[in-house]
């Protein structure tokens, strides 16, 4: 269920609309001044906020900066003035939408409700862009499970897979064979440690030039593997 947090000093408004939002099904929280308004919007995981301007203690205005400094949820500033100098001012600040009072409580739920669906897009098309390392030519897919070296895609198994993304994500960092088993087989490596190497052999295959001399896998000897950049 959706949070929504009112900051409303009249109470009669904001019972009002409370009503009204949760008829829609709504979780509402409600807050009398700016102040304590702000601080529960930074405290709580709301999924949007209706602002009014006019609050004892902070001011609608600096109440919607601070929140907008912390937090991308949308915002909904209301108020009594009806110039247009304090709309572009609130919504210069952050606030998503600015109505004015007198409203139907029909129009700010449906307003609510476009704004929170305008919003769960931005987020699902965020969420749904593809984690990419890309370093000197190797570009892996980390959610496709993918892997290109220079423009070709190449086929790995599983765990080619995890150690490549492994040691592409720390690179210069030297890791020993037995660190290198843990972090991909999440087990001790009593007796497999060549598991490890037959591994490292396989990947450069397939992204090496020149395997005898490695561009990207590098043995440290004595010691274990690093990823050069």
């Not at 408004?13 to 001044?33: G, P, R, T």
């Not at 912390?70 to 210069?92: E, F, H, Q, T, W």
Request: charged share 35%; glycine share 6%; proline share 3%.
């Amino acid at each position: 269920m959706s949070k929504i947090l009112i900051i409303e000093d009249e109470e009669a408004i904001a019972d009002l609309e409370k009503d009204y939002l949760e008829l829609s099904d709504f979780q509402v929280h409600i807050e009398h001044s700016g102040d304590t308004g702000l601080e529960a919007a930074l405290a709580e995981d709301f999924d949007l906020v209706i602002l009014d301007l006019m609050l004892p203690g902070m001011d609608g205005f600096d109440v919607c900066k601070r929140i907008r400094e912390k937090k991308n949820i949308p915002i909904l500033m209301v108020s009594a003035k009806k110039d247009d100098i304090d709309k572009i001012r609130g919504l210069g600040l952050g606030a998503d939408d600015y109505m004015t009072k007198p409203f139907s409580p029909s129009e700010l739920v449906a307003r609510v409700k476009a704004h929170m669906a305008r919003y769960d897009r931005l987020v699902g098309s965020a969420q749904k862009t593809n984690d990419i390392v890309e370093i000197r030519g190797i570009k892996i897919d980390k959610t496709a499970r993918r892997v290109w070296i220079d423009g070709e895609e190449k086929t790995f198994t599983t765990k080619e897979f995890d150690m490549l993304t492994f040691l592409a994500e720390n690179p210069n960092h030297v890791y020993t064979k037995e660190e290198l088993f843990r972090e991909i087989w999440d087990m001790d490596s009593i007796g497999d440690i060549a598991t490890v190497t037959v591994h490292i052999k396989k990947i450069r295959e397939k992204i090496e030039f020149d395997t005898s001399k490695p561009q990207y896998i590098e043995t440290i000897w004595g010691v274990g593997y690093r990823f050069k950049v």
